[in-house]
């Protein structure tokens, strides 16, 4: 650990908060502002840190918007918006997901972009964070429909767009089919095949191994250490999920396999409960027939209202699907020992607040869920290598990635006497900023 995190600034003189970042196109959206908002906190951890590295970490460095026409089935033009925020070059390439969702806007792009360099700075790999959107609802357009959508949008961001320059992944609403029509797209425009220019695509195209499931296994690699600290049977433990998508169904399928009792799952569209344990099987089975590939109307499960999910009685929490959904005002009736956070930014200042005075063990976001980008490098560094891993070896790496990461944040924050939060977030600012500290005012 460097030095300067374990000792209190020189004199005893704290650390002012870093000053708000002035008016932007992102300054509405309360997703960017609690972004921005914890990385002012943080600032104060990081004495040898700039001011003016911190102001300039608080604003993306390259943001794209673009108008995407697509011809509809029926013949119709549809125009929808895109996204792509690269909120820092200077740790290498820029990495992170594209995700396809209604309310997605520029603002949310922002602050996902920048808990992706977090992400990558705690796990020391050689990404900055960078995140993708475009506002539709895939469940209601065709398969035709999205592959039009996709490679037009991959069109439109080819000139900020690279393997070398910014590697795109699968988020919400996208998949292992989206990243193959990216990777033909930039491919067809370059004139040979190039798979290191998107991770998460199929294992035929140059895809990893347990990529799909590393976001989820991760995540349970850290609520078993959680629980391994808390001295709690993973076997006398229950678990509810919020999302059933990517991350939440792999999360449900590894904790079954540790013994952990899946008690509850919710989605946008419905929420079941079984204080027996759903069967899992059957859920899978119910979701892929399901015509919004959700959980509601599970036979085998009691229906329950959207916000009673995240206040059910369990030993682990895990909210899998959006932000901001754990609150000021839902955080005092939580009821869970362990909350493992599988979402980007699920947890909002206010709640935090509220949990610190809890004995409620919180896995922040930037660790927790650090799995997928942690294997989107192993797949990138295969695809330029033109050697693939065994699922075996990416398993153990990551598992051992994660482990090193988990104790990390949890010697910082036992040293300075801070949450699981602070100390994660203050290990990715500091790798981040240090390093443009270093390089000066390019890139």
Not at 327 to 332: F, R, S, V
Request: aromatic residues 6%.
């Amino acid at each position: 650990m460097p030095a300067s995190l374990a000792s209190p600034p020189a004199n005893g003189v704290a650390r002012p908060i870093a000053k708000a970042p002035p008016p932007t196109l992102f300054s509405d959206n309360p997703t960017y502002a609690m972004a921005c908002q914890q990385l002012r906190r943080v600032a104060e951890m990081l004495p040898e840190v700039d001011p003016g590295i911190i102001e300039r970490l608080s604003i993306p460095k390259r943001s794209m918007v673009v108008g995407i026409p697509v011809r509809m089935d029926d013949g119709s033009t549809q125009v929808f918006v895109g996204y792509r925020v690269q909120h820092s070059l200077t740790s290498g390439a820029s990495k992170g997901g594209l995700r396809y969702a209604p309310h997605v806007d520029l603002g949310e792009v922002a602050a996902l972009a920048m808990w992706m360099s977090w992400k990558c700075g705690i796990m020391g790999l050689p990404f900055a964070g960078a995140k993708g959107g475009i506002a539709c609802d895939p469940v209601a357009l065709s398969v035709g429909e999205k592959e039009r959508l996709t490679r037009r949008f991959t069109e439109e961001v080819l000139s900020i767009i690279g393997p070398r320059v910014d590697v795109m992944a699968p988020d919400m609403g996208t998949d292992e089919q989206t990243m193959a029509w990216i990777m033909d797209t930039y491919s067809m425009k370059v004139g040979y095949a190039c798979p290191e220019i998107v991770t998460g695509k199929p294992v035929e195209i140059g895809g990893c191994v347990g990529r799909r499931e590393a976001t989820g296994r991760g995540v349970t690699y850290c609520i078993l250490q959680a629980l391994d600290e808390l001295g709690i049977d993973p076997g006398q433990s229950t678990a509810v999920v919020q999302g059933f998508g990517n991350v939440g169904s792999v999360t449900c399928d590894e904790l079954a396999a540790r013994g952990v009792k899946i008690v509850a799952v919710g989605d946008r569209y419905g929420a079941v409960r079984n204080p027996k344990g759903l069967n899992l099987p059957a859920l899978h089975k119910h979701v892929a027939a399901h015509p919004q590939k959700s959980v509601a109307g599970f036979p085998e499960g009691e229906a329950i209202a959207a916000d009673e999910l995240l206040t059910q009685k369990c030993t682990i929490l895990v909210p899998a699907a959006l932000e901001r959904v754990i609150t000021g005002t839902n955080a005092g009736k939580l009821k869970c020992r362990v909350l493992a956070e599988g979402a980007n930014g699920p947890t909002t200042p206010e709640a935090d607040a509220v949990l610190m005075d809890s004995d409620i063990y919180v896995i922040p976001d930037v660790l927790c869920n650090a799995g997928g980008v942690t294997v989107s490098y192993f797949e990138w560094v295969q695809d330029l290598q033109q050697f693939m891993w065994s699922e075996q070896q990416v398993n153990e790496k990551l598992r051992d990635l994660m482990l090193s990461a988990f104790a990390r944040v949890r010697t910082l924050a036992k040293d300075r006497g801070v949450s699981n939060r602070t100390a994660a977030l203050t290990l990715g600012v500091q790798k981040v900023a240090l390093e443009k500290q270093k390089r000066g005012l390019f890139p």
